[in-house]
Each structure stands twice: as structure tokens, then as C-alpha cells.
């Protein structure tokens, strides 16, 4: 069983900065693909980011192309999401979640583990 806990959300202008931090509990978490999803009321999750067990391989939704990185430290149990540039459109709870492969794609049911979701708010 693993456990994610997202923080660092909050509010932030347009063109701003946040960092979203994912801390994963138990020993396994360098065999999990980890990813960022992100969901508004009444619309469908949507996927943000991935990356793979070891760091090596990442895609990205177009949207956030060019503006967000997701990153993890193994040692740490922790996964990142740097966004840049935001804009009032990012604006959205966002979720972390984990897989139990090296590689788990932009699908959620690709995904076993979810945290409870941090809110981002971009105002223009």
C-alpha cells in the first residue's frame, strides 16, 4: 500500500511560479511511475505529467508543454511538479498519483494510488 500526500498548492498570479511536492509513504516507491493529474468541478480528471520509475522518461500533456517539469528524488520519496508560467487556465485541484509499473502513461486507470489533491489557483 502507498500513500501520497501532495502539498504547496495555493494562490499565485498569472506568470507566476509554484511547486507541487508529492511525499509517498512505503519502501517501494522507485517502482512506481508517479503522475500529476488535475480535475475542476464537473469536468473529468485530466492528465498533467508522468514519469517513469527511474526518471528517465517523461511526457507531458500539451497544455503544459514548455511551462511545467515533473521530477522525483527516489531517496526522498518525492515527487515534483514545477510550474511556470501560469496562467488562470491551470487553475484546478491537483492530484498525484502512483503506478505500479515502470511506466503508466496519461490514462488514471493506468494509476493505483491517488493523494487527496492540492488546490492551484492562478488569478489573472
Known amino acids: 500500500q502507498v500513500q501520497l500526500v501532495e502539498s504547496g498548492g495555493g494562490l499565485v498570479q498569472a506568470g507566476g511560479s509554484l511547486r507541487l511536492s508529492c511525499a509517498a509513504s512505503g519502501r517501494t516507491f522507485s517502482r512506481y511511475a508517479m503522475g500529476w493529474f488535475r480535475q475542476n468541478p464537473g469536468k473529468e480528471r485530466e492528465f498533467v505529467a508522468t514519469i517513469s520509475w527511474s526518471g528517465d522518461s517523461t511526457v507531458y500533456a500539451d497544455s503544459v508543454k514548455g511551462r511545467f517539469t515533473i521530477s522525483r528524488d527516489n531517496a526522498k520519496n518525492i515527487v515534483y511538479l514545477q510550474m511556470n508560467s501560469l496562467k488562470p487556465e491551470d487553475t484546478s485541484v491537483y492530484y498525484c498519483?502512483?503506478?505500479?509499473?515502470?511506466?503508466?502513461?496519461?490514462?488514471?486507470?493506468?494509476?493505483?494510488?491517488w493523494g487527496q489533491g492540492t488546490q492551484v489557483t492562478v488569478s489573472s
Open positions: 498519483a502512483g503506478g505500479r509499473s515502470y511506466y503508466s502513461g496519461s490514462f488514471t486507470t493506468a494509476y493505483d494510488y
